[in-house]
């Protein structure tokens, strides 16, 4: 992760439902230039990285999405990557690994998110089991260069199979083989608990560490005191609606308080 700036600051582009979802209304070309628009201005603001989610297909499959998802994502993070001019990652929800790495193979795309890399998590899809065995073999034979974020206590989920989160990020990191960690609050926009930073940063002091929720402006002198970076979505939008493209001002806004710390 040694190429990776400090602090890394990943602007999230939330696309609208995709083919197949249920609450799917607009073209492939209007999707991809939703894509594109929150990409330039992730850009113009001055973030490191972008990533691509396919937020609103609502309610997420609590494994493998359908072709058709797969499918979208990879003609949308193609077009994004193409005019981004940043490194680009994918987080196909709820927790698709091996559809985020092959989409990422084709797009060409820099990195991966996985909600539950290691262990088993109570989520709104049911219970959702780790895939790293998989997901490690298949970046082996078919894209080796993508690296991949995973969470600890992923939001929106109770971690069943090792509740202690300093534990749980020693095995995402060491037996999961994760080349990077998020820990988020327990909802999207909710603020990330600084303490559970502070234990995992201990307990794996030599992965990439970012907060995945909840970083405003007045908030991310504080997070990036402990964490390497930042996943920003909610403080971008106006009045914090993730259904709304992202607002040039409020990305200016973000950056300038991140940089300025």
Not at 101 to 125: K, M, P, Y
Not at 226 to 243: E, F, H, Q, R, T
Request: charge should be negative; glycine fraction near 8%.
């Amino acid at each position: 992760m040694d190429h990776w700036p400090r602090p890394l600051l990943i602007g999230v582009c939330h696309l609208p439902p995709l083919p197949g979802s249920p609450r799917h209304a607009l073209t492939m070309r209007q999707l991809s230039e939703y894509a594109v628009g929150d990409a330039l201005v992730l850009r113009e603001a001055g973030f490191d990285a972008l990533i691509v989610e396919n937020f609103g297909d609502a309610p997420f499959t609590g494994q493998s999405v359908g072709p058709w998802t797969v499918a979208a994502l990879a003609v949308i993070v193609a077009e994004v990557k193409s005019v981004a001019g940043l490194p680009v990652g994918v987080n196909v929800l709820r927790n698709d690994g091996p559809a985020a790495l092959g989409i990422a193979a084709a797009a060409g795309a820099d990195f991966l998110r996985v909600n539950v890399l290691v262990g088993v998590s109570a989520t709104d899809q049911g219970f959702v089991e780790g895939q790293a065995s998989e997901l490690l073999r298949f970046r082996t034979s078919v894209a080796p260069s993508v690296q991949i974020f995973a969470d600890v206590h992923v939001k929106h989920a109770v971690c069943l199979s090792q509740p202690d989160i300093a534990l749980a990020a020693q095995e995402t990191a060491y037996r999961g083989q994760a080349d990077a960690l998020i820990v988020s609050g327990t909802a999207t926009g909710r603020p990330t608990d600084l303490d559970d930073l502070r234990r995992v940063r201990e307990a794996v002091p030599d992965r990439t560490l970012l907060a995945g929720s909840g970083t405003t402006p007045e908030s991310v002198s504080r997070i990036l005191d402990i964490a390497d970076g930042a996943i920003v979505a909610s403080c971008l939008k106006p009045d914090g609606n993730v259904d709304l493209p992202i607002d040039p001002t409020l990305a200016d806004t973000f950056i300038k308080a991140a940089r300025s710390r």
